[in-house]
């Protein structure tokens, strides 16, 4: 066999032609100029997140490469490709995290290029964080290339020198206001090694969405980033996925249906996961031709599933497990097959593996669950939960968001009832916060307004001022609940609803919310009101005084922040709202920018 040190000495025009070095590392031969294109792209960012996936995307492109010369396979191999991620965690409470979601946005961009360029016939992306891969995902529905997603995988948790206790980020973001020793302590040991989230937090909720929808292989989505199999047996594996879909006509559009998303919300909300899947199952949706909303389930048909589904695993931020202890205790797959042998999954749904979604578990032969960190489905972790979608005169059109398992306190027979504090900013309420803790109160509803995907613009997460009041409350033993127009990290927990909309930037209903009215949140109706605006006088007059202020400022309320940044101003001109899934507009998403 040559080795990569050989050097061209000829030219024929068969595919007996020797390789110079870098050829031989990517698979070519001149021979091969003409043939189909295969590639490898990475998410890489900021921070630790990000710091495995180098290493991985090296292993599966030799992998590739390895597979090209040995099966003298008809592929021509291109260097790997990067787009650029950032750092949720060092981001939060910052103005820099409004291109977190930009991100997503960008990252498409970059991977519909890289494929649409290089006419890449099939793909293995290795993604980390939680907008990355769904850019990436987007961009492969889009251009409907035969591809395997591998995920980079989750952090290990960090161990508290103090006590000997597991902790995480989101442990981090909860000591803010104590002392500067224990601010430190948190910060130096919550997060070691590499890897994305390790609860079930955004990160892990969209890998086993995307594993689930069928573009990853199941037993690819709980090994910690550092596992070896990563390097060592995941990369050949993505290549048999890769070869089996290119050998059955399988493309990433015959993956994705409606019978596929379907299964995925399901298994997400059966793990409480984030409610940032709301943004991004709509996103992928859209990517591959289906509306979410009208192909897939109508809101009040995701509310019913969610009630009918118990949640299985005792994970962070509800519970006390990581996904690496999801890991040990048998993977993604044990979840998957408690959720197909009762009745929850559509088993037929075709995968990346080239089997149906029954057969990929029943070669998996998963463990029956351990009791401890996943549950069986007729003796849950609890008995209902996950997520729900609220509607009312605060969200005419649906689409309110609530993570019912992280819910804490403060409901009585399903129904919170509160007063309104209003901020026109989430730094406003993390100064308020700050400075003047005890002005809190039990049953303050916050309400953060001005932050949504054109508001802010770019829909930041707030897991700093729920993970701040998430402390207050667990101090005083009271229950303080938050709305906002904006989004939040799968590591917020409380009784906080996301995605209010129309967003108060378009001046809907949350723009006219004051100080002191009551809203009321009724999860045995699905309904989220506030009291005042019921009077049609009352709502009259605060919607003629919201339009007076925006039409003496340009059209744009003087409470939004002013945006000069390029891509900020054009996710402010474009952004689509939550329930479209929050990104940039294109002709394609709308038909036209919204107006």
């Given at each position: 066999?040559?080795?990569?040190?050989?050097?061209?000495?000829s030219i024929n025009p068969g595919r007996d032609v020797q390789r110079v070095g870098t050829a031989?590392?990517?698979?070519?031969?001149?021979?091969?100029?003409?043939?189909?294109?295969?590639?490898?792209?990475?998410?890489?960012?900021?921070?630790?997140?990000?710091?495995?996936?180098?290493?991985?995307?090296?292993?599966?492109?030799?992998?590739?490469?390895?597979?090209?010369?040995?099966?003298?396979?008809?592929?021509?191999?291109?260097?790997?490709?990067?787009?650029?991620?950032?750092?949720?965690?060092?981001?939060?409470?910052?103005?820099?995290?409004?291109?977190?979601?930009?991100?997503?946005?960008?990252?498409?961009?970059?991977?519909?290029?890289?494929?649409?360029?290089?006419?890449?016939?099939?793909?293995?992306?290795?993604?980390?964080?939680?907008?990355?891969?769904?850019?990436?995902?987007?961009?492969?529905?889009?251009?409907?290339?035969?591809?395997?997603?591998?995920?980079?995988?989750?952090?290990?948790?960090?161990?508290?020198?103090?006590?000997?206790?597991?902790?995480?980020?989101?442990?981090?973001?909860?000591?803010?206001?104590?002392?500067?020793?224990?601010?430190?302590?948190?910060?130096?040991?919550?997060?070691?090694?590499?890897?994305?989230?390790?609860?079930?937090?955004?990160?892990?909720?969209?890998?086993?969405?995307?594993?689930?929808?069928?573009?990853?292989?199941?037993?690819?989505?709980?090994?910690?980033?550092?596992?070896?199999?990563?390097?060592?047996?995941?990369?050949?594996?993505?290549?048999?996925?890769?070869?089996?879909?290119?050998?059955?006509?399988?493309?990433?559009?015959?993956?994705?249906?409606?019978?596929?998303?379907?299964?995925?919300?399901?298994?997400?909300?059966?793990?409480?996961?984030?409610?940032?899947?709301?943004?991004?199952?709509?996103?992928?949706?859209?990517?591959?031709?289906?509306?979410?909303?009208?192909?897939?389930?109508?809101?009040?048909?995701?509310?019913?599933?969610?009630?009918?589904?118990?949640?299985?695993?005792?994970?962070?931020?509800?519970?006390?497990?990581?996904?690496?202890?999801?890991?040990?205790?048998?993977?993604?797959?044990?979840?998957?097959?408690?959720?197909?042998?009762?009745?929850?999954?559509?088993?037929?749904?075709?995968?990346?593996?080239?089997?149906?979604?029954?057969?990929?578990?029943?070669?998996?032969?998963?463990?029956?669950?351990?009791?401890?960190?996943?549950?069986?489905?007729?003796?849950?972790?609890?008995?209902?939960?996950?997520?729900?979608?609220?509607?009312?005169?605060?969200?005419?059109?649906?689409?309110?968001?609530?993570?019912?398992?992280?819910?804490?306190?403060?409901?009585?027979?399903?129904?919170?009832?509160?007063?309104?504090?209003?901020?026109?900013?989430?730094?406003?309420?993390?100064?308020?916060?700050?400075?003047?803790?005890?002005?809190?109160?039990?049953?303050?509803?916050?309400?953060?307004?001005?932050?949504?995907?054109?508001?802010?613009?770019?829909?930041?997460?707030?897991?700093?001022?729920?993970?701040?009041?998430?402390?207050?409350?667990?101090?005083?033993?009271?229950?303080?609940?938050?709305?906002?127009?904006?989004?939040?990290?799968?590591?917020?927990?409380?009784?906080?609803?996301?995605?209010?909309?129309?967003?108060?930037?378009?001046?809907?209903?949350?723009?006219?919310?004051?100080?002191?009215?009551?809203?009321?949140?009724?999860?045995?109706?699905?309904?989220?009101?506030?009291?005042?605006?019921?009077?049609?006088?009352?709502?009259?007059?605060?919607?003629?005084?919201?339009?007076?202020?925006?039409?003496?400022?340009?059209?744009?309320?003087?409470?939004?922040?002013?945006?000069?940044?390029?891509?900020?101003?054009?996710?402010?001109?474009?952004?689509?709202?939550?329930?479209?899934?929050?990104?940039?507009?294109?002709?394609?998403?709308?038909?036209?920018?919204?107006?």
């Amino acid at each position: 066999m040559r080795n990569e040190s050989e050097t061209f000495v000829s030219i024929n025009p068969g595919r007996d032609v020797q390789r110079v070095g870098t050829a031989a590392f990517l698979g070519e031969d001149v021979g091969k100029i003409h043939d189909p294109v295969w590639a490898v792209i990475g998410n890489l960012g900021d921070s630790q997140c990000y710091l495995g996936v180098p290493q991985k995307v090296q292993a599966v492109q030799a992998a590739l490469s390895r597979r090209i010369a040995e099966d003298d396979l008809a592929v021509r191999l291109i260097p790997p490709a990067f787009t650029l991620g950032v750092s949720d965690g060092q981001l939060n409470g910052t103005p820099q995290m409004r291109f977190s979601l930009v991100g997503r946005e960008l990252v498409h961009d970059v991977a519909d290029v890289h494929l649409a360029a290089n006419s890449v016939a099939g793909l293995v992306a290795v993604v980390a964080c939680d907008k990355p891969p769904v850019g990436t995902v987007a961009a492969v529905l889009e251009n409907n290339t035969p591809a395997v997603i591998l995920s980079d995988g989750p952090i290990r948790p960090g161990i508290d020198p103090e006590t000997g206790a597991p902790i995480d980020i989101i442990s981090a973001f909860q000591v803010a206001d104590q002392d500067a020793e224990v601010r430190v302590r948190y910060a130096l040991h919550a997060c070691p090694g590499q890897g994305s989230c390790g609860g079930m937090f955004t990160y892990n909720t969209m890998q086993t969405f995307i594993a689930v929808l069928g573009l990853e292989p199941l037993h690819m989505v709980s090994p910690p980033s550092d596992d070896p199999r990563r390097l060592t047996e995941f990369p050949d594996q993505t290549v048999d996925c890769l070869l089996a879909m290119t050998k059955e006509g399988i493309r990433p559009r015959d993956i994705v249906t409606p019978a596929s998303l379907r299964n995925a919300l399901t298994v997400t909300i059966a793990m409480g996961g984030s409610t940032n899947v709301l943004l991004h199952s709509v996103e992928i949706a859209r990517a591959a031709g289906l509306d979410l909303w009208g192909d897939v389930l109508s809101q009040d048909d995701f509310n019913g599933l969610a009630r009918r589904l118990p949640v299985l695993v005792n994970m962070r931020p509800f519970g006390d497990y990581s996904m690496v202890d999801v890991d040990a205790k048998g993977g993604l797959q044990v979840i998957a097959n408690e959720l197909l042998e009762a009745g929850f999954l559509d088993g037929d749904a075709v995968t990346c593996t080239g089997e149906t979604l029954a057969q990929q578990l029943r070669r998996l032969d998963p463990p029956p669950p351990d009791r401890e960190v996943i549950f069986p489905v007729e003796k849950p972790f609890k008995d209902t939960g996950g997520l729900r979608l609220l509607r009312g005169n605060l969200a005419p059109e649906g689409g309110a968001i609530l993570k019912v398992a992280g819910v804490e306190g403060g409901v009585k027979d399903g129904v919170f009832t509160g007063r309104a504090r209003v901020f026109n900013s989430e730094r406003s309420l993390i100064e308020a916060l700050d400075r003047h803790p005890d002005s809190f109160m039990d049953n303050d509803m916050v309400v953060i307004r001005y932050e949504g995907p054109r508001g802010a613009p770019g829909m930041p997460e707030l897991l700093d001022p729920t993970s701040r009041i998430t402390a207050l409350c667990r101090q005083r033993h009271i229950t303080i609940a938050l709305m906002t127009d904006a989004r939040f990290s799968g590591g917020s927990v409380g009784l906080v609803i996301g995605h209010v909309a129309p967003e108060a930037f378009l001046g809907g209903p949350i723009a006219l919310v004051q100080d002191g009215d009551t809203v009321v949140v009724d999860l045995t109706a699905d309904r989220l009101d506030c009291v005042q605006l019921d009077d049609a006088d009352v709502l009259e007059r605060r919607a003629a005084t919201w339009q007076a202020a925006a039409g003496g400022n340009g059209g744009v309320h003087p409470d939004v922040t002013p945006v000069t940044d390029r891509v900020l101003a054009r996710m402010r001109a474009t952004a689509l709202p939550a329930l479209l899934g929050g990104g940039m507009a294109t002709p394609s998403s709308t038909g036209s920018a919204p107006a």
